[in-house]
């Protein structure tokens, strides 16, 4: 588990990034950093759809809090009634989706919504897509080998 020294110096490069991204929320990790982070007490929320988490994978001991709902990817409405309902209001929020851009919306909507310590994982669980248009081998949450499980 990782030291407070360690914790504090992970929040600082995020904090870093979402200032030289301008993002509307505490900041920015990387797959390897939210890990450390989870696994000090911090919560992973994962924004993907529950058939996504189910034929894609997921992460242990993360929070579903779907961002859109399936079928459609209508926006979903109980985003934040759900998410109050699954974590504590002092909670360090890491989200985590795909490959990081339904995550950054729920980051900011959570932060504007009173959850001040919220991150968004860059790159996601799959990554972005290759050369061939494949996911998991460009970056991401199963490409830097954290745990994860099938279905």
């Known amino acids: ?52 988490l189910l034929y894609v994978g997921r992460v242990p001991g993360s929070v579903l809090v779907e961002w859109q709902t399936y079928p459609g990817n209508a926006r979903n409405p109980e985003f934040l009634n759900e998410l109050s309902a699954a974590v504590a209001p002092g909670d360090t929020l890491m989200f985590l989706c795909r490959s990081g851009g339904r995550s950054h919306a729920a980051a900011a909507t959570a932060a504007q919504a009173g959850f001040p310590d919220s991150y968004n994982v860059l790159e996601g669980f799959e990554g972005d897509k290759d050369a061939e248009q494949h996911r998991n ?3 991401g949450w199963r490409k830097a080998g954290l745990p994860w499980v099938q279905g």
């Open 137 to 139: 081998s460009v970056g």
């Open 1 to 52: 588990m990782a030291q407070d020294s360690e914790i504090a110096e992970i929040k600082r490069r995020a904090a870093e990034r979402a200032q030289e991204l301008k993002l509307p929320y505490a900041g920015a990790l990387t797959p390897a950093e939210a890990f450390a982070l989870m696994q000090a007490g911090a919560k992973l929320v994962d924004v993907r759809t529950r058939p996504e």
